[in-house]
């Protein structure tokens, strides 16, 4: 702007000045022919006056020569008949006769005439003024008539020229200076506010351009600055608030997907990546989701967003087979336009299985509650209907009652203890120290008569003595329940082993047995609510099936971790890590 401004205002200002010399330098021309012209003709009338009337008398030359010397002017006197009678310039020879130059025949019609022409005399362009003399017959009697060269008067322009030509230049030059120095003077605050401005452009906000000005690049500046802190405000409150909303989508436990109108990606968090199995490091912003993912789930939601009349939609879908989410769908308005779609992810695959769990919980509760009340329901019907007296019958009758009666106990404190346990409430959670050596000795006394029933050894076969902090209800449970079903799923005439030892930050328990074993297929199972490896023979053995899903929450709830290794017609063995520190 700057540039173009000082060459604009300089193309003027040379402009206006050229034309300002020319017109001055025409008008002085004009000036100086007319100044010129006025000399000759004052000239004129004092050689009329004081000079030809005694050159016409007496013929004296003398006084017309001095002046002619005097003012270097050439002067011809013509005679009525057109015959030169003088002339002031020597060596020009007899002279033709003049009565039809233009100038001699205005003035011989007695009109003082001037004239601008070619001279053959000369050969160069004069100025010609020819005044009449009026003798005593008021009759013309001779014609004075005074020139000068034209180029004469040229030197003098020609030097006046100069003069004007130089100044012009002068004039440019020093306007120009002052033009640059004005311009950069009054331009440098809008070149400092234009720089300012696009620093703002830029991105640098909050910055501030000092500047004390009344009029209005002072207002400009002002008015700038408060732009600036008000952008810094503006955009570091939505930085904040982008960063915040970043930081609670990629921590969500949803999966999170924006997508546009034409089903191109626009926001994709960490969530969605793992539910849609796509690598964080692949790019996928501004890819149609159909690119991205292609799987029949795709398509179903597809079929969801195509329907625009919708504003929120929440349907369930299976993906991968063993993944079952919850879709939540909104529409993204802008000014009543549809520009796009929120799409969130929410996993339940968990919630499922754990309602599976329940209502299998519920059905096997159910029928192993139903068991034992039902026998114990029809024995007694049978005593009350058939009025059974015999006391044997009575005793073998009592005796079925009282066994299921335990068994209907023993069913429910299990339920009431794996409760407590899923609820991460455990019993009291009064840990203390237990001296692991003299806590299994105690359980094997609690256990001596199962055992001796079977002709089963218990065994402790390590000597070490090692301390844990625990729970103790809790440890003599799971350790009850693993033992216990050690003794009734072996062979009679074996032993049971229970191994104690320290690896690193952990305390390994095992239990080992030599007995019938686990299937393959059920390893996994085992430790499942209500499941049972052989349901008839483990009714027969007394149990609930809750043990070992028991054994496996207290375990979880002490940050342990249990394992199982097992051969079917060799025995089982338990391995047990339990951290030693609780932290």
């Known amino acids: 702007m700057k540039k173009r401004l000082s060459i604009s205002l300089t193309i003027i200002i040379v402009v206006s000045i050229t034309i300002c010399g020319l017109f001055t330098t025409i008008s002085y021309r004009q000036s100086y022919y007319a100044d010129t012209e006025n000399n000759i003709k004052k000239s004129s009338n004092y050689i009329m006056n004081y000079m030809l009337p005694d050159f016409l008398e007496t013929g004296n030359k003398k006084s017309l020569d001095d002046f002619s010397q005097s003012t270097n002017v050439r002067m011809t006197i013509i005679n009525p008949q057109g015959e030169v009678t003088y002339e002031s310039l020597q060596g020009v020879g007899d002279l033709e006769n003049h009565k039809n130059r233009p100038e001699i025949i205005g003035a011989l019609k007695g009109v003082e005439t001037t004239e601008v022409r070619f001279s053959n005399t000369f050969k160069d362009e004069m100025i010609y003024v020819a005044t009449p003399y009026f003798g005593e017959t008021q009759s013309v009697g001779a014609v004075l008539r005074i020139s000068m060269p034209v180029n004469a008067m040229d030197d003098a322009m020609f030097e006046m020229i100069n003069?004007?030509?130089?100044?012009?230049?002068?004039?440019?030059?020093?306007?120009?200076?002052?033009?640059?120095?004005?311009?950069?003077?009054?331009?440098?605050?809008?070149?400092?506010?234009?720089?300012?401005?696009?620093?703002?452009?830029?991105?640098?906000?909050?910055?501030?351009?000092?500047?004390?000005?009344?009029?209005?690049?002072?207002?400009?500046?002002?008015?700038?600055?408060?732009?600036?802190?008000?952008?810094?405000?503006?955009?570091?409150?939505?930085?904040?608030?982008?960063?915040?909303?970043?930081?609670?989508?990629?921590?969500?436990?949803?999966?999170?997907?924006?997508?546009?109108?034409?089903?191109?990606?626009?926001?994709?968090?960490?969530?969605?990546?793992?539910?849609?199995?796509i690598p964080m490091k692949e790019v996928v912003i501004g890819k149609n989701i159909l690119e991205v993912y292609r799987e029949s789930f795709i398509l179903e939601l597809m079929n969801y967003l195509e329907n625009d009349a919708c504003e929120k939609t929440t349907f369930e879908s299976r993906i991968h087979s063993d993944q079952v989410l919850r879709i939540y769908i909104n529409q993204i308005e802008e000014n009543n336009n549809i520009n796009g779609h929120i799409i969130i992810f929410e996993d339940i695959t968990l919630l499922k299985n754990l309602e599976k769990m329940r209502r299998d919980f519920v059905a096997n509760v159910s029928h192993e509650l139903k068991t034992p009340i039902t026998t114990i329901k029809g024995f007694i019907e049978t005593i009350q209907e058939n009025h059974?007296?015999?006391?044997?019958?009575?005793?073998?009758?009592?005796?079925?009652?009282?066994?299921?009666?335990?068994?209907?106990?023993?069913?429910?404190?299990?339920?009431?203890?794996?409760?407590?346990?899923?609820?991460?409430?455990?019993?009291?959670?009064?840990?203390?120290?237990?001296?692991?050596?003299?806590?299994?000795?105690?359980?094997?006394?609690?256990?001596?008569?199962?055992?001796?029933?079977?002709?089963?050894?218990?065994?402790?076969?390590?000597?070490?003595?090692?301390?844990?902090?625990?729970?103790?209800?809790?440890?003599?449970?799971?350790?009850?329940?693993?033992?216990?079903?050690?003794?009734?799923?072996?062979?009679?005439?074996?032993?049971?082993?229970?191994?104690?030892?320290?690896?690193?930050?952990?305390?390994?328990?095992?239990?080992?047995?030599?007995?019938?074993?686990?299937?393959?297929?059920?390893?996994?199972?085992?430790?499942?609510?209500?499941?049972?490896?052989?349901?008839?023979?483990?009714?027969?053995?007394?149990?609930?099936?809750?043990?070992?899903?028991?054994?496996?929450?207290?375990?979880?709830?002490?940050?342990?971790?249990?394992?199982?290794?097992?051969?079917?017609?060799?025995?089982?063995?338990?391995?047990?890590?339990?951290?030693?520190?609780?932290?």
């Open 163 to 277: 003069n004007i030509i130089f100044v012009i230049l002068t004039t440019i030059l020093a306007t120009t200076l002052l033009i640059n120095y004005f311009i950069n003077r009054e331009l440098k605050p809008l070149e400092d506010a234009s720089a300012f401005a696009r620093a703002i452009a830029s991105g640098k906000y909050g910055q501030q351009l000092t500047m004390i000005r009344e009029d209005q690049i002072g207002e400009l500046v002002e008015s700038l600055n408060q732009m600036s802190v008000q952008l810094n405000n503006s955009f570091t409150e939505m930085n904040q608030k982008n960063a915040e909303l970043t930081a609670i989508l990629s921590n969500m436990n949803h999966g999170v997907i924006a997508i546009d109108k034409k089903n191109h990606i626009v926001h994709l968090n960490e969530a969605a990546r793992m539910v849609l199995r």
């Open 388 to 583: 059974i007296t015999e006391p044997k019958t009575l005793e073998r009758f009592y005796a079925i009652i009282y066994e299921e009666s335990d068994r209907l106990s023993r069913l429910v404190s299990d339920i009431l203890a794996l409760s407590q346990l899923e609820n991460k409430g455990g019993f009291d959670k009064r840990y203390e120290t237990i001296q692991l050596d003299t806590e299994i000795m105690q359980i094997f006394d609690i256990l001596k008569l199962s055992a001796e029933a079977k002709n089963t050894t218990l065994v402790l076969t390590s000597k070490e003595s090692i301390k844990l902090e625990f729970v103790a209800d809790e440890f003599r449970q799971m350790m009850i329940n693993l033992i216990d079903n050690a003794i009734k799923y072996s062979e009679p005439g074996n032993q049971v082993e229970v191994d104690l030892s320290e690896e690193d930050h952990n305390i390994i328990i095992r239990v080992r047995d030599h007995g019938y074993g686990i299937p393959e297929k059920d390893v996994n199972r085992i430790f499942e609510r209500f499941y049972r490896v052989d349901k008839s023979r483990s009714k027969e053995k007394g149990g609930t099936g809750l043990g070992l899903a028991i054994v496996k929450h207290t375990v979880q709830n002490n940050c342990g971790k249990i394992t199982v290794n097992s051969q079917v017609g060799k025995g089982t063995e338990f391995m047990i890590q339990l951290p030693k520190n609780k932290e």
